[in-house]
């Protein structure tokens, strides 16, 4: 919430959109609006397709935020075609309750980097609902197995006990901002052919004039 | 369906098959789904289900370009083996150029590659300018073969002549794209391999009665892939079992009742919501089409945005939000009363589902649960994903970008929240200003949720009845169950009773595919060599073709002897020549009733020479007798004989040369291909492949939709049904007439007796045929009793169908009692004759001549049958 202060540095910063997805239920709201607004919603409606921004300070840099919870159910899965072509880093949640969950997130891997066509992209593993230790269906060390398989970090947290939630959301930040930096010169060349682009340069030149 | 759709189909029907469509017609893309082409199929094939046979199907996406200079719009064509089947909507570079869009085609010959060409669109301002190749890409079949669909980034393979080297160096200019074209396509090739219905006996008998226990077994061990298409096929089989209902509800009860908290009802991705979702599709589909398919096309047309998020839209003036806020309002009370209007189209089995369900929670004292459990199934997994992906949901071709899909998104949210019964906030303030709309609504979403849930209203009738393949689809869920059955799971269930089958069924079924020619389910008339026009597998031709046993038209003089056929040479490869052993093969009705009769005896176990003999000797009298069927069912019998042999034309290069591209031989010439417009070539298309003769629109009109016979679970043998023994027995009667009585019984009578005793008693390719067997004599052959039970198949026809066969077996009768008539006195002429001629002379010179006569009555259509593949 601090970048408020720093407007004109916040409007250099590139937007960084952050995906969060996973099965039905799991607690990708929950998760989402504890990060955002800090409260835990009791009510477990589900999503379509919500989007929150924020700007906060990842070490020490001013970031913006964009950040898309998406639905978990399996019927909307164009509409995860559409965002999971535009995320630049992603939190794939399961629910440690729910075996199920577990299941879906070698598919969403799989998914994401199939559409990104790349062999590695900024992606946390986060199993939600550690609280509900004596209801746990998914034993931390396959967690853990399964994301050192998918050779991504492994978080364990808590929507409601607001644990470990900011730290997922400024895990991937890093993530994003690290794979990004080793990627520079393809991110570089996007941004050039993005001015190329008449309709964009047009648009640039009007902004610098105001 | 409505009118138009029924029209549509029935074009297709009448003008092609396969089907090639346009996506731009916003043509429904898996027609083949529609019951009045399974009904047309299964009415042309009658004997479907008795036979062995394979279904091809593709399921292909085309998703995306990268690396496409940002030019014009983009389309591409979609190719199997070289015949056009479909084009995407043009769609402009934005990131990528994104079509999204999937096809579906099913009951294809069998194919060799899949091409899909990306064009550039003409410049709208050149009036000459055309479609410019950019590239293709080719993908083989065995690429796609896996279970589960292939989704991959495709370099597109640019050509090399002019227009593509200019495109190149236009790539190449371009420094900021160093990606070269590339496309990302998901394809599935399905080719499924299915036994005679009755093979499935017991796994359907296991389903039917073991539903739950074994998806209570399957449900932690499937994966989310496998679980999708697991409960597609189960729902289906359930759905033609008259098992839906209690299917369903015993899965959906049992989720409700594991589950502790009743916020997570209905929310994950598990069989019972997959096989409710699926069963929407499979019963409500015209209700979506009837309920939301204008709305959806006037919200895509519209191009005002109804962006509410001041953060999306910037800085804009207040009266811009608000008339965004005014437009979104409208879109979403259109929708629902849409929605909420039409809530006596929802069909019964669905309307009976949710009466079931809040009456077992209200037993339960959980009541409160219903509403929930209903608005998640009707909402969540069906209306609101039809409206955030229309395309999907077959309501629109293209896939809906930019503002109309945020339009949409919003539109969904908000009917979403609606059927949540909660308020906006919290999450997205934006979102409050519905909040009015969303309470004032309430009470109407209660009424709507309780209406489409009792059981007094009555709704429409079951009208078209989806018509599912059940051989297909359970010998899909042989397959899944194959996967996952493993010996660990069998030795849990080992003790118990329901699962503990499993195994043996699947071995048994494993065993049963592991024979080649099926012998275990051959019996006197089922068997076909394939599964009907469209789709006759190759693999059934050739097999037929090293089978014909030289003379199987041995005079009963054993077995033996008919073996001994073997060994002589081949008067002919098939029955399109007019040699004379079909003729007389069929004739010798003797031998093959023993063989009939022998092979029913010794079911499931006879894989004998003998067996494989008789098998390809029924295939010949099958074969004659589609003709026959044809013949007598409308007068565009003809034309449409020829369709089994174009589709049995082994090599793909002739069906490409039939196709549009038949101007364009090889690829490298396909940027000719974009010269014609989609018309032209369409209408190319149904002229130059004889697949597109004369449909089977022309020669009868369809009868009304088969009311279908509830299918009688069982688990011991049936009750002897004198009805069904009086049927199987009739057919038999009219299979073991001579083939060319029914195809040209005007040939037969014009010939003098001594031509047709000529032809048949001395063939001149068996010499071991009788020279004095009765003319024409139509005889029985001989069923055991027990025969019903190889054809459970039977129950399923309705009444109609039988009728209709009733009829043409009658008028196949008078035509034999008529033709018996003819050879008598044509007997008796000879026998008067002969005491007056020259007995040598007439006997050689007539045969001659009248032979000739009656080859040339006989070959010309015969032999243009033969000719028309090249």
Known sequence: MGGRSNHSAAQNQPVLRIVVVGGGGVGKSALTIQFIQRYFVQDYDPTIEDSYTKQCFVDEDLCKLEILDTAGQEEFSTMREQYLRTGSGFLIIFAVTDRNSFEEVRKLHELICRIKDRDDFPIILVGNKADLENERHVARHEAEELAHRLAIPYLECSAKLRKNVDEAFFDIVRLVRKYQHDERMPIHSEIDRKLESPIKLKKKKNCRIQ | MTSSQCMHYFVSISFSFPIPFYSRTCAPRSAYHCPLVSYLRKTMNPRRDLQRRTENGILIWILEAKGLPAKRKYYCELCLDKTLYARTSSKSRSDNVFWGEHFEFGMLPKIDEVCVSVFREADPKKKKDRPTLIGYVVITMDQLAGRNPVERWYTVNTTNNDTSSRIASALGAKSSSQDAPSLRIKARWQSVDILPLRAYEDLLHLLCYSYLPLCEQLEPILAVRVKEDFATSLVRVMYKQRLAKEFLCDLIMREVEQLDNDHLMFRGNSLATKAMESFMKLVADDYLQSTLSDFIKTVLQCEDSCEVDPQKLGNVSNSVLEKNRALLMRYAEVAWTKIHNNVHHIPVDLREVFAILRCRLDAQNRGALADTLISSSIFLRFLCPAILSPSLFNLVSEYPSGANARNLTLIAKTLQNLANFTKFGGKEHYMEFMNEFVEREWHRMKD?????????????????????????????????????????????????????????????????????????????????????????????????????????????VGQATIMGGRSMSRPATHLLTSDDYVLSSAFQTPSLRQAGARLSDETGTSSSRTSDKTTSSAEIRDDTDSDMELENRGRGGRSRKRL?????????????????????????????????????????????NPVFGPGPSSGYNIPAEPKEVVYQKRSSPPPYDPEAHNYHYQPMQVYAVPPDCQVSPRTQAGATQANIQNRLSLPRTNPRASRNSTLLRPSVVNVPDDWDRTSDYWRDRTIEQYRNQQEMIESQAREIERLKKENLELKNQMMSTTTKIDSKRSDSGASEDSYDSLSSLDRPSRKSIVVMPN
């Open chain 2, 644 to 688: 089994p042999r174009t589709d049995a034309s082994p090599s793909s290069s002739q069906q490409a040369s039939s196709g549009y591209l038949s101007n364009n031989p090889s690829r490298s010439s396909y940027s000719n291909s974009s010269s014609s417009s989609p018309v032209e070539r369409l209408a190319a298309l149904s002229i130059a």
């Open chain 2, 448 to 556: 709507f949720l309780l209406r489409i849930s009792s059981g007094t209203q009555t709704g429409v009738e079951r009208n078209a009845d989806a018509v599912v393949d059940t051989g297909k689809e359970l010998s899909l869920i042989a397959t899944y169950l194959e996967e996952a059955w493993t010996p660990l799971l069998q030795e849990k269930n080992a003790n118990k009773k329901a699962l503990c089958d499993v195994k043996s069924i699947l071995h048994d079924l494993a065993e049963y595919k592991r024979r080649p020619d099926n012998a275990a389910f051959h019996s006197p008339m089922v068997q076909q060599p394939s599964s009907d026009y469209e789709n006759s597998p190759q693999q059934n031709v050739l097999p037929r073709h090293e089978n014909v046993p030289a003379y199987r038209s041995t005079p009963p």
